[in-house]
């Protein structure tokens, strides 16, 4: 074992980031600049802390009598994961001979069809069990102002893992003013409808709990005086990507 992760945060007993309870590892790094991004300071490549394999795998150990009582295990999120492939890999690989469960929550923001992410990727997938798959907005030009950069590359990773058959659980995170929008929500919906490997839907409600970061780090929050939704709009959302409402698009 001689990968390194650069990893921003542990949080063990986690009940939200897959199934059962979760050893959840927070990686450093990210491309997006998510406007509601509640981890901003995961976003630099550089900070976080060194860890191998084997110190990570030696932590987790205490906690697989939690994961066996509940159908749990170990999720990987962020920051952006997937730009530490080789870490997850060697980890996942020690994680499966251990028997436990694997996810990795991501938004597939580093996503490309070079041979050498390729192959790092074909070979991650054959030691994860769960995706979670973050799709924070369908139109283009709408995501590129809400996270700075193109969706083209992460539609093609949802259609690449469907192809593989790789569970996945798609996550959206719906902002007031932003993604709540129900012609935008039906031609997610729609979109989502073409993938035959969504085990699960789940809408995330905005949130303020990470602006202090913002502040903290010297950043201009851009969502400033943007309120949770409502418990009707999250139900509003939840009802038409799951397909129990439509909406006729314009």
């Known amino acids: 074992m001689t990968v390194k992760g650069r990893i921003h945060s542990i949080e063990t007993l986690g009940t939200v980031d897959g199934p059962g309870l979760r050893y959840v590892i927070f990686t450093q790094g990210c491309l997006l600049r998510c406007q509601f991004c509640h981890n901003p300071d995961t976003w630099k490549m550089s900070g976080g802390k060194e860890m191998t394999v084997a110190e990570i795998i030696e932590d987790i150990k205490d906690f697989q ?16 994961p997937l730009l530490q492939a080789e870490f ?6 020690e994680l499966k001979k251990l028997g436990i469960h694997t996810c990795i929550d991501t938004s597939g923001g580093c996503f490309s069809r070079s041979p050498r992410f390729m192959k790092t990727l074909d070979a991650l997938l054959e ?19 809400l996270t700075g950069v193109s969706n083209s590359h992460i539609l093609d990773m949802a259609r690449y893992l469907d192809e593989k058959q790789v569970p996945i659980w798609v996550r959206h995170v719906l902002v007031p003013g932003g993604s709540d929008d129900d012609q935008l929500l039906q031609r ?13 839907i789940d ?3 905005y949130h303020e709990l990470g602006v202090y970061k913002w502040s903290e780090l010297g950043l201009d929050y851009p969502l400033q005086g943007v ?4 418990e009707d709009r999250v139900k509003n959302a939840e009802d038409i990507l799951n397909r129990r409402k439509t909406i006729p698009l314009n």
Do not use: C, M, W
């Open 188 to 200: 997610l919906s729609d979109f989502i409808a073409t993938l035959s490997n969504v085990q699960k």
């Open 227 to 230: 309120k949770p939704p409502t």
């Open 65 to 80: 009598p939690y994961f066996e009582s509940s159908n749990g295990g170990v999720t990987v999120s962020g920051g952006e």
């Open 127 to 145: 030691v994860t069990d769960l995706i979670l798959y973050d799709l924070k907005q369908i139109d283009d030009e709408k995501h590129k102002k």
């Open 88 to 93: 997850l890999l060697e980890l996942f690989t």
């Open 203 to 205: 809408v995330l409600p």
